[in-house]
């Protein structure tokens, strides 16, 4: 997801115009653009219901700005491809962008359009307060940031897939954080400048291209020193600080990396320690910067051997020893007119820095001249004649990109792929023999996060595509894998099971025939890891549900993956490319998931399996009624505490076996308190009713009990699980008859 903010491109139109253009088209873009289509708009903050009425309010609520020439803000949210968002994650996103700016009540339009792959949301906020009128700023200016933070928040909450060089991110805890992006080490501008003049590597570039990860790395100076020494360099303190000598040049340390400065580097190693450098280091040669150009960079080179180089970024160890002895001087002629007072230390300071600044000219004028003239590359190759590699040279960096990136990769024509693909659905399909299919997209990347997105789920809710839909969609799904994503493939009917074992070895599948299981499709998901699906029909009792995944939880147990225990669970598409990271090949393409075997069968032992369990099930759930307690409903009023905690007994009982009887006093407090009961009622019923449902009531101090479970209750995990279940709360109050109540009381 990412966020723009248009800018006015129009200042010269009146406001008028310019806020009517842009609200007509937000709501109606096909009168500019015949193929963008409006999804869904919406407008706040007016008191008229037209788009008309909206208009002319904004518009005269803007002319009284009489400080601002355009108060109206315009900005855009677009969603990834594929990504479609429904009407309240719209609204959602509106009251969140109008909360977070400090633009809640101000009037706004926005509109949802289509026109391309990417949905996409217009705002338009009229910055002017409708109650000061008053012109807001949002956020001081830095409304820009304010907008990332934004969106790292919708798709944190919305589950949207975040852009790789997004500026935040959202935590699982909902903790907002700064992405922290790779800093690029590369030279300074002088020492870029003296690399394009003379085609060689600078004394900046060669000092971090040797001595970076020497440094980084040294644990003792003593180590520093020694592999500095190993490449050639000489690391020596200068003052306060630190510099690098590449030959006779000097570089500051801190120029190679801001890490290397002398106060960072004593934090990391202790106070500095003088490192014993033979007198002689080798000397460096030059180097050229880029490939470009190499055969005339080396004419160039010989041409003008012997003619000294600038310094580039560097210093010449003259010049070093030069601002040493001025610094001394300075410092010993203050010291001795100090006395004097401040204004006789005035003049001889200017009077010094006068003196000394002439000097280190005149030692710069003297290089220059030794320096005979040596032209800049690019000026020499055009003096041979050779415009075409001055050209080349001037404009190396596109020239380099456009050498050093690989030649696409041959794919086939799109119509024979899609063909391809549905032929392979086909064969599938067939044996399957599945009523709908549901289409997931996961993106995995490489520190092992997933990005999810069902292709099929629209309004939030997802049936699956019939064959004929899912064939048409076949495009859509390709341009999905090319993206980086992995497609799956979830088959659901009415009447059948169709149950998948996962993760299965080349032995296990051998095993699994061997047992007397037929699976109707087996698919080699990557080299050595199979997949197979099993086709059952259903029994047409109240446990169908439950039977399914007992008998995918049991066979992966025995055959596959020991964590599956779903029955409805998605497995990898036949046809498409396994995109895990650790499945890359060296030439960057996947394996393919291959259709090994494919019949229209079910599995007579599997269907026999289904039939004991569903057996198992019935017998546990005549013993459950036979030993259910009957409690004494009648002794308590509606409305009552412990004729509300017997209430919800029941209707939990009538949804879960239950198994924990202190998890279910737990659901009971916290629904309790959902309808209104106080802490202390809840308290009290849990420490009186608990006991009576348990077959033994010895042993255990139940008023502390019940003072745990209230503290779970009415505590921040109770207010987390509250949320998390508001869409029951209205269920909750039917179960204790507080509707029918209210209803009573209304008739009176």
Request: hydrophobic fraction near 35%.
């Amino acid at each position: 997801m990412i966020v723009k903010k248009i800018k006015n491109t129009k200042a010269e139109k009146p406001k008028a115009w310019q806020i009517g253009d842009l609200v007509d088209y937000i709501r109606y873009p096909h009168n500019r653009n015949p193929q963008e289509k409006i999804e869904y708009a919406g407008g706040r903050g007016f008191l008229s219901a037209t788009h008309t009425g909206q208009k002319m309010e904004m518009i005269a609520l803007a002319r009284e700005s009489a400080h601002s020439n355009m108060p109206v803000q315009h900005w855009m949210f677009s969603w990834q491809e594929s990504e479609q968002p429904a009407r309240e994650q719209v609204e959602e996103l509106v009251d969140v962008f109008l909360e977070r700016m400090g633009l809640t009540g101000h009037q706004t339009v926005y509109g949802l359009h289509y026109d391309t792959d990417n949905y996409h949301l217009h705002i338009a906020v009229n910055r002017m307060n409708p109650d000061s009128g008053k012109v807001v700023q949002p956020h001081r200016g830095f409304d820009i940031r304010e907008a990332h933070k934004i969106v790292a928040f919708i798709e944190h909450k919305q589950g949207w897939a975040g852009e790789e060089n997004s500026m935040y991110a959202v935590l699982e805890d909902g903790e907002l954080v700064r992405r922290r992006t790779a800093r690029e080490i590369k030279p300074r501008q002088a020492a870029l400048d003296f690399e394009h003049a003379t085609g060689e590597k600078s004394a900046q570039r060669i000092a971090q291209e040797r001595g970076h990860s020497a440094i980084k790395n040294a644990k003792s100076w003593a180590e520093l020193h020694e592999k500095l020494a190993a490449v050639g360099l000489r690391f020596e303190k200068k003052g306060s600080g630190a510099i690098i000598f590449v030959g006779e040049i000097a570089v500051k340390a801190s120029s190679v990396d801001r890490a290397f400065s002398m106060g960072k580097l004593c934090k990391k190693l202790g106070d500095f320690e003088e490192g014993n450098y033979s007198d002689a280091l080798e000397k460096i040669a030059s180097e050229p910067v880029s490939s470009v150009n190499l055969e005339e960079w080396k004419a160039y080179q010989k041409e003008f051997t012997g003619v000294p180089k600038k310094a580039g970024a560097g210093e010449s160890i003259g010049l070093v020893h030069m601002k040493e002895r001025h610094r001394f001087e300075r410092k010993r002629a203050l010291s001795r007119l100090a006395r004097y007072g401040l204004p006789v230390l005035n003049i001889a300071r200017h009077c010094l820095m006068a003196q000394q600044r002439a000097e280190r000219r005149s030692l710069r004028s003297g290089r220059k001249k030794a320096r005979g003239g040596k032209p800049r590359f690019e000026t020499w190759l055009r003096t041979q004649g050779l415009f075409q590699q001055a050209d080349r040279w001037r404009h190396r960096a596109a020239w380099e990109q456009a050498r050093h990136t690989p030649s696409p990769v041959q794919r086939p024509e799109k119509g024979a792929e899609v063909m391809r693909e549905i032929t392979e659905f086909r064969k599938y399909a067939v044996a399957v023999n599945a009523d709908r299919y549901r289409v997931t997209c996961i993106k995995m990347d490489e520190d092992g996060s997933k990005k999810t997105f069902i292709l099929d789920k629209k309004g939030g809710m997802t049936r699956g595509f019939s064959p004929g839909e899912l064939e048409a969609h076949m495009p859509e799904m390709l341009r999905f894998q090319r993206r980086g994503e992995n497609i799956y493939y979830t088959p659901l009917s009415d009447d059948r099971h169709h149950i998948l074992i996962d993760d299965m070895t080349r032995e296990s599948l051998k095993r699994l025939q061997e047992d007397g299981f037929r699976p109707a499709v087996v698919l080699e998901s990557s080299p050595g890891n199979y997949q197979c699906l099993l086709t059952i029909p259903k029994l047409g009792t109240e446990f169908d549900r439950d039977v399914g995944n007992r008998i995918t939880e049991r066979l992966n147990r025995e055959y596959g993956d020991k964590k599956l225990c779903g029955c409805i669970h998605p497995h990898r598409a036949p046809g498409f490319e396994n995109r895990k990271p650790k499945h890359r090949r060296e030439d960057g393409g996947y394996p393919q998931v291959k259709l090994l075997f494919a019949e229209r069968r079910e599995c007579g032992k599997a269907l026999a399996l289904a039939r004991r369990i569903d057996h198992e099930y019935a017998e546990a759930a005549e013993k459950r009624k036979a030993e259910r307690r009957i409690f004494p409903m009648s002794d308590f009023r509606p409305g009552d505490p412990a004729a509300a905690y017997y209430a919800h007994l029941e209707n939990i009982r009538s949804h879960l076996t239950i198994e924990d009887y202190s998890r279910v006093d737990a659901m009971i407090a916290l629904r309790m308190r959902s309808n209104g009961h106080s802490r202390e009622s809840v308290e009290e019923t849990i420490r009186i009713c608990a006991p009576t449902i348990r077959d033994s009531q010895t042993g255990r101090n139940w008023q502390r009990y019940a003072e745990r479970t209230v503290n779970y209750a009415f505590g921040p995990a109770g207010d987390r699980d509250l949320e998390r279940n508001a869409r029951y709360r209205e269920l909750w109050g039917k179960v204790e008859g507080k509707e029918e109540k209210e209803q009573r009381i209304w008739m009176k």
